[in-house]
């Protein structure tokens, strides 16, 4: 298992550009989530998904639009870059609270720079 | 929302002592805490894991405790290694392990 990917690693953009950060997961996980890591700090929840089809806001949400088409896929869009939203980003996945435990399982992060 | 606050924001200790992190959150209805270790340029990674229905769990050398009535748990490392160098974020949810918020962090020298 590939695990939790995100695709680009590094991104550099110029403010009002919009873009994609990309994230699977092949752990067939119901749960998936973004964070964004500013320095120094810890982690704030952007966006999460319960499921296909499922969304909801977390506590830093705008700015920011997700979708969840598969149980696989959960994308990140920008609408019009901002420097504030220069941050890493971590995409995560965890199964629905069970015997099998709650961990979320994170990416590797897309480190973005908006000039 | 839930308010996650931890200290300290640094902690140097010598090798082979013992390494003391507290967390305290908002939310009396958090049902589970976990502790995550972040190396510089990684992601981070679950190390330890409590729900509120436990008040202890321990892992080789690092334990968690968890006191819900004053909202506040703590991670304890013993006998530190070189390689236990890392920023540790505690973290909280009342959804059972979604929707987690996370304290500032905590970064750990150990000195040998």
């Known amino acids: 298992n590939a695990g939790v990917t995100q695709t680009p690693k590094f991104q550099v953009l110029k403010t009002g550009q919009s873009m994609t950060l990309q994230c699977a997961q092949d752990m067939n996980h119901e749960y998936m989530s973004w964070y964004r890591q500013d320095p120094g700090m810890g982690l704030r929840l952007i966006h999460y998904?319960?499921?296909?089809?499922?969304?909801d806001q977390g506590e830093v949400p705008n700015g920011y639009n997700v979708s969840r088409s598969t149980t696989e896929d959960f994308p990140l869009r920008l609408l019009s870059a901002a420097p504030s939203q220069t941050s890493v980003y971590f995409c995560?996945?965890?199964?629905?609270?069970?015997?099998?435990?709650?961990?979320?399982?994170f990416g590797p992060g897309t480190r973005l720079t908006v000039l | 929302g839930e308010n996650v606050e931890q200290h300290p924001s640094t902690l140097s200790v010598q090798e082979g002592d013992s390494a003391v992190i507290k967390c305290t959150y908002s939310?009396?209805?958090?049902?589970?805490f976990p502790w995550y270790k972040q190396e510089l340029g990684k992601r981070p990674q679950l190390i330890i894991d409590?729900?509120?229905?436990?008040g202890e769990k321990k892992d080789q050398r690092i334990a968690v405790t968890l006191n819900k009535t004053a909202k506040h748990f703590s991670l304890h490392i013993t006998e530190t290694q070189p390689e236990d160098s890392a920023v540790y974020f505690c973290a909280a949810s009342r959804d059972a392990g979604n929707k987690l918020t996370f304290g500032g962090g905590t970064r750990v020298l150990v000195k040998p």
């Open positions: 409590i729900r509120s229905n436990v």
């Open positions: 995560a996945s965890s199964r629905q609270p069970g015997p099998g435990g709650y961990e979320q399982f």
């Open positions: 939310d009396s209805a958090s049902n589970y």
């Open positions: 998904s319960v499921g296909a089809g499922i969304t």
